[in-house]
């Protein structure tokens, strides 16, 4: 069954840095738009970073900006977030999936929508202080 799978968590001292991988294990990368969300016990999911697959455009959360960098790998179909700076406040369960794509801007851009319901496992990240 072709679906998404992430790696990368662990638990790091604040300041630190961990790199997430979502391979996708379809033949391609199904969607043009793909995230990274994230959810803590008692929080909503939120979007982290998302990225226009086509052009390299990148979204992120405000909360991020700065520290996240999201990227892929398209002939390995595989999407990774580089988390640098880790804050307590990061410590989440992360998941990738495809989102909408926002075609109504030039360039087209990625958005924090989630398209179809089509998530992995999650990968979990802990920071400590």
């Known amino acids: 069954q072709e679906q998404l799978v992430e790696s990368g968590g662990g638990s790091v001292q604040a300041g630190g840095s961990l790199r997430l991988s979502c391979v996708d294990t379809?033949?391609?990368?199904?969607?043009?738009?793909m995230g990274w969300f994230r959810q803590s016990p008692g929080k909503e999911r939120e979007g982290v970073a998302a990225?226009?697959?086509?052009?390299?455009?990148?979204l992120y959360a405000y909360s991020v900006k700065g520290r996240f960098t999201i990227s892929r790998d398209n002939a390995a179909k595989t999407l990774f977030l580089q988390m640098d700076n880790l804050k307590p406040e990061d410590s989440a369960m992360y998941y990738c999936?495809?989102?909408?794509?926002?075609?109504?801007?030039?360039?087209?851009?990625?958005?924090?929508?989630?398209?179809?319901?089509?998530w992995g496992q999650g990968t979990q990240v802990n920071v400590f202080s």
């Open positions: 999936a495809a989102v909408d794509c926002r075609y109504e801007f030039t360039p087209p851009r990625a958005s924090f929508t989630p398209r179809g319901n089509r």
């Open positions: 379809g033949p391609t990368f199904r969607s043009y738009c």
């Open positions: 990225l226009y697959v086509g052009n390299g455009n990148a």
